[in-house]
Each structure stands twice: as C-alpha cells, then as structure tokens.
C-alpha cells in the first residue's frame, strides 16, 4: 500500500508551518441562562456546541508539557546542552552557521526566506521548515527521510550545502573544550564515550522537544476554555467540511502522512519545481513524484513564504494555490478569509528560550574551513 493518499479532499495541504511568538488573548464567554438567550442565540449555541464537538474528535490540543521523547526522559542536563548545540556555530565546517540560523526561535521557529543560506552562500533547494511543535510530526524534512528528530539533527551537520562538516570534525570539535566534555558527561552520565555525534544528535533533539507552542485560541477553544468569533467558526466549519482535515488533523493539525501536490491542477512549476520530485528522492519509486509530507500547520500564520519551494508569501494566496490545486475550485473570497482567520487561531505561546553562553574553543579546536 502507498504511503500518501490523494489530496483531492484537501484544501491547505503542504503549507509550511512556524511557531507563534505573539501573546494569544483568552476570550472567555459571558455566563447566561437559557432565558436570557433569544432563540436564535440559542440556536447557534448548540450549533457551535456541535462543532466543538466535530473539532475534539479530528484534533487535540498541544500538551503544556512534554517529559520524554521516544521513550527517553528529558533530562535537565540533556536539555540544556541541546540547547547549547542548538545554537552553536561550531557545528558548521566554517563555524558561523547553528541550528538557529535557518531555524530561528526568535522568527517563528524559521527563517522567512526562500530558502535558506548554507555553506559559501549556497543556497538550499528547499524552504526551512519551522522547529516548533516538530516532536509532533510523523516525520521530519518535507520528504520524510528522517523518521525523528535525532536522526534530522545529524543531516545538516553532514550537508555541503548547508552546514558542510564531518562527524570527525564534529567530535574533535566538542572533545576539545573541556565545558563541553563536562556537558556531555552530566547528560549521558552511562555512557562509556559520552561525547560523541550520535548524542550529540540527541541532545539536540532533546531540546528541540521542548520547544512546543501551546495555549493557542484553538486550544483553548477545544478545552472548553475560550471561544473563536464568528469568522473563525465559519473557517474552522469550512476547513472540517471541505475536506482539509483528510491531511491536516491531529495534535498538530498535520504533519502525519504523505500526499501528491497538485493532484487536481498542477500549480505553477514556480510554486512545484519540476526538478524537485519529492519523497520520490527517498522511496526511488516514480509514484511518489510530487508527493511531500503534509505540513502541520500549528502557527502557520507566522512563517511565510510558504509550500517546499517557498514561492507563496501570503497566507490568502496559499489557501487559495490548494483549493486549486488539490480541489480543482476556485474558494469565494469570503471563504479563503475565514479558513485564513480559523488558521490564525493556531498560533501558540512559545517558550522564552535565551541564547546560552557556550564553551570556549581552545588551541585545540578545529579551525574554519
């Protein structure tokens, strides 16, 4: 059995997800009885009542907190070198570029560009998907080839593109300052070589599963503790009934399978490069030719441009390049306003995360490329 199904029931597939790092305002409703609703009123109560009903049964909200990541605790230790190599350019061949350069936590988890710089000003082939909430996802990278967040950690390290090092490089790096070596003994304290890049990559994946965004409006809509105006019911309604959820659903409203992009109408090959055949580039199998993962679309307001090729800078426009493209419609424009506002509700709270002090390099560091 393939592994994506058809987006013909789609609507926003494929659009590229950030965090939000905007306050979200909890709107909390009057208490009433019903003889102080007119009818009407009471009619659309029960009708919102069952839609909230619709929504807890396709999504769930972001937990608060997260304690462990594929069965392994998150250790303060762990958590806290992570996030030390998170931000360490040391890391790249020429030591000037970190995780946090094309996944920026102070814009949206992203970097809102095209696509991002790597090693000698090359540029990526593909828009830098947002790190928040990415614990969530089925798997990482738009084509999937990395099942967790581990095993995405070591392929920009190792990218000529992008970070354009070695994993020798990488270990005589972090075995040459002794603030380092102290680090990755606190967080793997079992371990016979605790420095290593295969912890290395676990680390970082340890600190980027505590970067999650929860208390958005949507989630405090679906826990009963706020509520969404009459536009973003009319979004959340249409983004149910049109079919959007047949790829976006769950805790982090996607991210959870594979799907053709442009299974109605091929959009613009400046929106789907012909030379970018997708998870085609994992499987070797022609018949996943276009076909990505499906974004999550937690704060997808906050992370233009959007789609793999980052050709699409206004929210609107995306709605409306997938209506066409996976529904072969052309949405009335009152309704690519309110799925556009349904999706703004998803912008979460994100972590007040500071740019640690790092180890210092020593004589022994190996110098840039």
């Not at 400046?270 to 055949?277: G, H, Q, R």
Request: with cysteine; proline share 7%; hydrophobic share 40%.
């Amino acid at each position: 059995m393939k592994s994506y199904r058809s987006f013909a029931t789609c609507c926003v597939a494929l659009l590229v997800v950030g965090s939000g790092l905007a306050g979200c305002q909890q709107l909390e409703a009057p208490a009433t009885t019903p003889a102080d609703v007119p009818a009407q009123a009471q009619a659309h109560t029960v009708a919102s009542d069952t839609l909230l009903d619709t929504a807890r049964q396709l999504f769930q909200p972001i937990p608060a907190t997260v304690d462990k990541v594929r069965d392994q605790p998150l250790t303060e230790a762990r958590v806290a070198l992570g996030q030390s190599l998170f931000f360490d350019p040391r890391l790249s061949g020429s030591q000037t570029i970190s995780c946090n350069s094309c996944h920026n936590l102070g814009t949206a988890g992203a970097d809102n560009v095209v696509t991002s710089t790597g090693h000698g000003g090359q540029k990526g082939p593909r828009n830098s998907p947002t790190v928040y909430n990415s614990m969530f996802n089925a798997a990482q990278f738009w084509d999937g080839r990395a099942p967790d967040l581990k095993e995405q950690a070591k392929g920009p390290v190792q990218n000529p593109i992008e970070m354009n090092n070695t994993i020798e490089r990488v270990h005589a790096t972090l075995t040459s300052m002794p603030g380092y070596v102290e680090a990755f003994q606190a967080a793997f304290p079992g371990d016979k070589q605790p420095v290593s890049f295969e912890n290395m990559a676990v680390a970082i994946e340890a600190f980027e599963a505590t970067l999650n965004t929860p208390g958005s409006r949507f989630d405090d809509f679906l826990e009963g503790k706020g509520s969404l105006n009459e536009q973003e019911r009319k979004g959340l309604s249409l983004f149910i009934d049109t079919g959007c959820v047949a790829c976006h659903s769950g805790v982090n409203v996607g991210g959870q399978a594979y799907f053709a992009f442009g299974a109605v109408k091929r959009p613009a090959s400046s929106v789907l490069p012909t030379s970018d055949k997708g998870r085609a580039a994992v499987t070797k199998d022609a018949a996943d030719d276009f076909v990505f993962r499906a974004a999550p679309l937690r704060n997808v307001a906050l992370t233009a441009p959007y789609f793999h090729s980052g050709q699409v800078w206004d929210l609107d426009d995306a709605i409306r390049v997938m209506a066409e493209s996976q529904l072969g419609a052309t949405l009335p424009e009152a309704d690519v306003q309110a799925i556009a506002a349904f999706l703004r509700t998803l912008n979460g709270k994100a972590p007040q995360v500071t740019q640690p002090l790092l180890p210092a390099s020593t004589s022994h560091t190996p110098r840039p490329l």
